[in-house]
């Protein structure tokens, strides 16, 4: 996955998705004494960068019969979105157990909830099997170089908007589950901008990332970490994500879940934006790590589907 792809997706997904603001608090920024630079993912169709991969990949689909996914949070609204766009349906596997709200926030979105006798273990398998029946599209939240060049799409258009303000982020600071998020902004931000730090953030909770880029190959974690953050409680990185971290990451930042809370107040009463737990990362790694880290920070406020 190449800046060539990542401008490639760009345009694909441009008329469908939303230029999201690059917001500033004079207020944080006195707090923290850094100047922030905010990307305001929260904003995007869907609630979430992930409409950007899903789109992505969706637009590149020859006729495809519809949509099928694994996801029980903000992939889920993505794929019903790229379903939309292309009026074809969509399926999302998720299991029984699930929250209500969240099946009920894919079904608003128009996909079809698949959910009688699907578990966590055994989702996989009934993806694979609803595959091969129904010869829908199967789209990976994030192990697919069509999806990270999608999710890439958020560096190209942060280092763009700071570039017209004339600010140079010194940093990006991007939550990191699966990866995909991560790996196509570092992807962005490398190609178009070497000397920026760029750092995935993720729960101590669910600190497979740091662990993996130090041990050099991905380290799994045995159970789903327990973290407010629900949009990281993957188990690992993605193979190809992984592969482009490896190589363009400067390091990972592993926050507390106290810190994670603060960070979302802060937003709110500060800013006013109601950020989910894992779009409240990055700022959680200021508040934490903020002594180590650079003066001008461009956090990636991933996405604002909370349960309010
Ligand atoms: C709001 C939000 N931020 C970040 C992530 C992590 O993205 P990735 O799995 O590409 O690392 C997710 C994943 O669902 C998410 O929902």
Known sequence: MDLAQIHAAFRRIAPYTHRTPLLTSRLLDEF????????????????????????????????????????????????AYAARVLGVRALVVMPEEASPLKKAAARAYGAEVVDRGVTPKNREEVARALVEETGYAFLHPFDDPLVMAGQGTVGLELLAQAGRRGVFPEAVLVPVGGGGLLAGVAAAVKALSPETLVLGVEPEAADDARRSLEAGRIVRLTEVPRTRADGVRTLSLGERPFAVIREKVDGILAVSEEAILEAERLLLTRTKQGVEPTGALPLAAVLEHGAGLPGTLALVLSGGNRDV
């Not at 990949?57 to 029980?72: D, F, I, Q, R």
Request: glycine fraction near 12%; proline fraction near 2%.
């Open 32 to 79: 923290f004494g850094k100047r922030l630079l905010l990307k305001a993912e929260h904003l995007q169709k869907t609630g979430s960068f992930k409409a950007r991969g899903a789109l992505s990949k969706a637009l590149t689909l020859e006729n495809p019969k519809g949509l099928l996914a694994v996801s029980s949070g903000n992939h889920a609204q993505g794929v």
